[in-house]
Antibody, heavy 116, light 106 residues
Framework: QVQLQESGPGLVKPSGTLSLTCAVS?????????WSWVRQPPGKGLEWMGE???????NYNPSLKSRVTISVDKSKNQFSLRLSSVTAADTAVYYC?????????WGQGTLVTVSS | EIVMTQSPATLSVSPGERATLSCRAS??????LAWYQQKPGQAPRLLIY???TRATGIPARFSGSGSGTDFTLTISSLQSEDFAVYYC????????FGQGTKVEIK
């Protein structure tokens, strides 16, 4: 059973950089799957942020592309998200997910608040 | 960007009744559509992909249909655990979600 676990700071200052990591267990990040980040502002809907393949190939949401970087660390079986120049609008629960005919495995999510 | 529009925003249904949720894409997406269920404080759960294929472990009361731009999720007989928010998602061109339909107890 694949499990994903997000980790990182729960509070980030405005104009700072949000950094999260998603640890994958029960499966290999080098499998033939893409790995995604999705976020959800409090009380709102879901927004796809981007995805990565174990080769390092990435795709990003065009609305976030200038601020988002996703990377992979195969040795640690994990992938990471960096979002720069954050504002209060980036306050959200951040999820990582595996892509396989849809997003079939998700982390439990981590709330990141942007505030001074 | 492909815009996904779900209707209705809220659906009030009695337990045991049938629920029909709609999702429309702003352009043709073939069958590249998934449905998710989300309960408060939980991550989304994949129900359907490829417009009509149930994900592993999903009960048969959940069914999906449609192709092109118009899609439907049907829950044949609502159980207490089915009251939740449902999202459609297209993956024909990157990934975009609908705004969600809340299924509440009538």
């Amino acid at each position: 059973q694949v499990q994903l676990q997000e980790s990182g700071p729960g509070l980030v200052k405005p104009s700072g950089t949000l950094s999260l990591t998603c640890a994958v267990s029960g499966g290999s990040i080098s499998s033939s799957n893409w790995w995604s980040w999705v976020r959800q502002p409090p009380g709102k809907g879901l927004e796809w942020m981007g995805e990565i393949y174990h080769s390092g190939s990435t795709n990003y949401n065009p609305s976030l592309k200038s601020r988002v970087t996703i990377s992979v660390d195969k040795s640690k079986n994990q992938f990471s998200l960096r979002l720069s120049s954050v504002t209060a609008a980036d306050t959200a629960v951040y999820y990582c997910a595996r892509v396989d005919g849809g997003m079939d495995y998700w982390g439990q999510g981590t709330l990141v608040t942007v505030s001074s | 960007e492909i815009v996904m529009t779900q209707s209705p925003a809220t659906l009030s249904v009695s337990p045991g009744e049938r629920a029909t949720l709609s999702c429309r894409a702003s352009q043709i997406i073939s069958s590249n559509l998934a449905w998710y269920q989300q309960k408060p404080g939980q991550a989304p759960r994949l129900l359907i992909y490829g417009a009509s294929t149930r994900a592993t472990g999903i009960p048969a009361r959940f069914s999906g249909s449609g192709s092109g731009t118009d899609f439907t999720l049907t829950i044949s007989s609502l159980q207490s655990e089915d009251f939740a928010v449902y999202y459609c998602q297209q993956y024909n061109n990157w990934w975009t979600f609908g705004q969600g339909t809340k299924v509440e107890i009538k």
